[in-house]
């Protein structure tokens, strides 16, 4: 259920509003927009009293929310969310480029690859400290060094960094450290995991699971924000499917349907999308065309020699050159870069 506000609704009234909600056990979150604020209604097993929220002074109208999710809901918030990573905005007018290498390996390594993404125009670091493995024998991530390690790619380059927890005793460290915490696909439904993050400090970067539907993938999004934290960037980073070519599917498609039964900004990773270093090009062109709020890339100085998702790494250069399209394309719809 949304409550919404009249135009010019006072501090008082919508307090008001936030008080009777959780009189009855409910949990408020009060959403500004541009042209009124809306109080979304969440933890009501049944109906909510609408006549008794509608009577109350300040409210224009009181809305059943058709989708099962709410809070990420277009209908409770028509408005483009813009989440701050750092001092980068992110679903605003910019084309956001998030870069780096799949693991931090190095204080050496990461250093090399944050000044090369840094010169070329990423405006995000990514890289992981905590490695999601298919096979527990591979390499798992360098742990709190790794954080470390980040932290001095920021001080250097001034790039904000993106980086997974794996776990909630994770997402204690990696809050201390980075600017932005990474849901991993395979960690897309660990609600524990989901709820901690709804109650962090940094916001949150939800990447879709291998195999969840867009509603399953809202859901998800939808843990993070009621238990109180609203910037949530989604990712779209490719699903399996039948297609062998490439290692997952990215499917580009569901850019636009976010953009309609959302108001969150959705980058696309077209590095795990495809698992093919030559297809990372192309798809983050495609990215762009189809209204993404931004690409995530992996960044390799030496992908032969990574430690992890080498194949799929492209170098400094050729990422460079991929900015270099991406800045022909943006201005064309209308962004930023
Ligand atoms: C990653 O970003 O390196 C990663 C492991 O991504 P995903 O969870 O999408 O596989
Ligand atoms: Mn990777």
Excluded: W
């Excluded at 009060?30 to 006549?51: E, K």
């Excluded at 679903?91 to 690859?113: H, N, W, Y």
């Excluded at 954080?147 to 001095?152: D, E, G, P, Q, T």
């Amino acid at each position: 259920m949304l409550v919404v506000m009249r135009q010019g609704a006072t501090e008082e009234e919508i307090r008001g509003v936030v008080r009777a909600i959780e009189a009855r056990g409910f949990k408020a979150h009060p959403i500004p927009g541009a042209q009124r604020t809306a109080i979304g209604i969440t933890g009501n097993r049944g109906a909510v009293d609408r006549p008794a929220f509608e009577s109350l002074p300040g409210v224009f109208e009181v809305i059943p929310v058709t989708h099962a999710y709410k809070l990420v809901s277009r209908e409770v918030k028509p408005e483009d969310t813009v989440v701050r990573v750092g001092d980068v905005l992110v679903g605003g007018r910019e084309f956001v480029i998030a870069a780096g290498p799949c693991a931090v390996e190095s204080l050496e390594q990461t250093l090399t690859v944050a000044r090369g993404v840094k010169a070329a125009g990423a405006r995000l670091l990514r890289g992981g400290a905590f490695k999601p493995r298919t096979s527990p024998y591979a390499f798992q991530g360098l742990g709190e060094e790794g954080l470390r390690i980040l932290a001095a790619a920021r001080e250097e380059t001034g790039l904000p960094v993106v980086t997974e927890a794996l776990d909630t005793d994770g997402v204690d460290l990696v809050e201390r450290y980075a600017d932005c915490i990474q849901v991993g696909a395979r960690n897309m439904q660990n609600f524990s995991l989901l709820r901690r993050c709804g109650r962090a400090s940094k916001p949150v970067l939800l990447k879709r699971g291998l195999a969840a539907t867009l509603e399953e993938f809202l859901m998800s999004a939808e843990y993070v924000l009621a238990e109180g934290n609203y910037q949530v960037i989604l990712c779209e980073r490719g699903v399996r499917t039948f297609s062998d070519f490439s290692r997952n599917t990215l499917d580009l498609a569901v850019v636009p349907a976010v953009k309609v039964l959302s108001h969150l900004p959705i980058l696309v990773d077209p590095s795990h999308g495809t698992g093919r270093r030559d297809k990372v090009a192309p798809m983050s062109r495609g990215a762009a065309a189809v209204g993404a709020d931004g690409i995530i890339v992996e960044v390799h100085h030496d992908p032969d020699a990574a430690l992890s998702d080498g194949p799929q790494s492209i170098t400094p250069d050729a990422f460079a050159a991929l900015v270099g399209e991406l800045r022909q394309i943006a201005p064309v719809l209308g962004r930023s870069l």
